[in-house]
């Protein structure tokens, strides 16, 4: 079984959203060809029943037969430009559920609860977000994950040419990164707002109460 191309895809007149799936799916069943039924639903946590349904349809409609096939009560009530940026944010940005949460947010103003999120991503045929384990490296303290997190959004997506192109374009990412860069660890806010919080003027204090003497007044 090969994959199918989205130009194969879009002839069939499938819709875009189930491409990646009718191919995770294709790869589950190529795995099945050569480990069996039990083989793929024990490697990939799904039930036996699942992967003989999906052969079979493979069989009888070929790409078409691995389109999702959700019940009507189970039609989702966010509209479909939502459903593209949860998209976006988990295949474009790498962003888990929480992190595309933020952003949804944030920057487009739609408010998604994360569980939403992590099933319309697995609905889309996306994993999980796997991060690295404990006792490695990047694990041991604050400049290992600042260096992590540099490589990841900055230096991996730079293409300045030279060391004064690529020190310009790095004090534009610190920017960016204090002010605009929201954080989990933050609770979403950004490390300047964080700042902020420290940062405000004490509430005023009332003025000390009188003490009250006894005796006569002179």
């Not at 491409?19 to 490697?43: Q, T, V, W």
Request: with cysteine; proline share 6%; hydrophobic share 35%.
């Amino acid at each position: 079984m090969r994959f199918i191309t989205t130009k194969e895809l879009r002839t069939l007149r499938i819709a875009t959203r189930h491409h990646h799936l009718i191919n995770s799916r294709l790869a589950i069943l190529r795995y099945a060809d050569e480990y069996g039924f039990k083989g793929a639903a024990r490697r990939f946590g799904l039930d036996r029943k699942t992967v003989r349904t999906w052969h079979r349809r493979w069989v009888a409609s070929g790409p078409a037969g691995l389109v999702p096939r959700h019940p009507v009560k189970r039609r989702r009530r966010l509209s479909e430009e939502t459903v593209r940026l949860i998209e976006q944010a988990r295949r474009d940005l790498q962003f888990g559920a929480m992190q595309a949460r933020f952003w949804l947010d944030r920057v487009h103003r739609i408010r998604v609860a994360a569980a939403t999120i992590h099933r319309i991503c697995r609905d889309l045929g996306y994993p999980p977000i796997r991060r690295t384990g404990p006792r490695r490296p990047e694990q041991n303290g604050k400049v290992e994950r600042s260096h992590r997190i540099d490589e990841e959004e900055f230096w991996s997506r730079s293409s300045s040419d030279g060391l004064t192109l690529a020190a310009h374009a790095l004090r534009g990412w610190e920017h960016q990164y204090n002010h605009d860069h929201f954080s989990m660890a933050l609770q979403g806010l950004t490390p300047a707002e964080k700042l902020a919080t420290f940062m405000s003027p004490p509430a005023p204090s009332s003025p000390p109460t009188p003490c009250a003497h006894t005796g006569a007044a002179a």
